[in-house]
């Protein structure tokens, strides 16, 4: 496993580098329409990098594709991989970007990489072997009382009974917590969380491969992740909630 995340590392790491050639920070895309054309170019480059990196390292690995399966992550072991994490902030000169590559196996993260080009951050986790930040050990917070926690979300696009839904929930985490954001790409605020920064995030319709990169690094670094019955979370549940252990019930409580 060493040798893979290494290879892993190393994809991300050249992707990245990619990414960061084209980054202007003055750029300001004229209309949702110019915005996609360059997301789409900046995804499709970057995601062959990393493809053309990673091929033959870890034979039987499949490379789930969205578009294909829809949201699914089929039973068996997949690459899930985001070239441009945060696309629409690269497009936008914002520094919140990345690339995010995930090795999942049934349903479950072994193995994720997230590497954030601006500030020379790497995130690495493989099960059981705790979270890393630029190789030293990410832990999560020790807060016991949601009454001074920093709470995040990271609902993008999504249904109108979604959207509802989750102005319910803001406001009655607002009611508890010390402040509520929401933020996108999703595996931003899990960083956060798995450094100790962020207290507790939830997300309905968890946006893949953010969830299965920030969910790894969180849970190995001590955060609780479960669904919002507080059951077991995989890739392919509908809804995912992580926290600090001393904050976990609480805050599914309150979204409940």
Avoid: C
Avoid at 96 to 125: F, H
Avoid at 202 to 227: H, K, S
Avoid at 228 to 242: F, T
């Amino acid at each position: 496993m060493t040798n893979v995340l290494t290879a892993v590392v190393q994809a991300a790491e050249k992707a990245g580098q990619a990414l960061l050639a084209s980054y202007d920070p003055a750029s300001r895309p004229a209309d949702r329409a110019a915005m996609y054309a360059l997301g789409t170019r900046l995804e499709a480059a970057s995601t062959a990098i990393v493809r053309e990196a990673l091929d033959g390292v870890a034979p039987g690995v499949g490379w789930w594709d969205e578009d294909e399966t829809g949201r699914v992550v089929p039973a068996g072991r997949w690459w899930v991989v985001d070239g441009t994490e945060g696309a629409v902030n690269h497009v936008h000169g914002l520094p919140e970007w990345g690339v995010t590559i995930t090795l999942v196996t049934d349903g479950q993260p072994e193995l994720t990489v997230v590497r954030q080009p601006i500030g020379d951050l790497t995130y690495t986790a493989a099960r059981g072997q705790g979270a890393h930040l630029n190789g030293q050990p990410l832990r999560v917070s020790a807060k016991t009382d949601l009454a001074g926690a920093a709470v995040t979300a990271s609902q993008a696009g999504s249904s109108p009974a979604v959207y509802a839904r989750f102005a319910d929930a803001f406001v009655a985490m607002a009611s508890k917590a010390l402040l509520v954001r929401n933020t996108i790409p999703t595996v931003f605020p899990l960083l956060g969380l798995a450094a100790g920064q962020y207290d507790v995030f939830w997300q309905y319709e968890p946006d893949l491969p953010g969830t299965a990169a920030g969910a790894l690094l969180a849970g190995e670094a001590g955060a609780i992740v479960t669904d919002l019955a507080g059951a077991s979370w995989d890739v392919n549940s509908a809804d995912i909630l992580v926290a600090a252990p001393g904050l976990h019930a609480a805050a599914l409580e309150v979204l409940k």
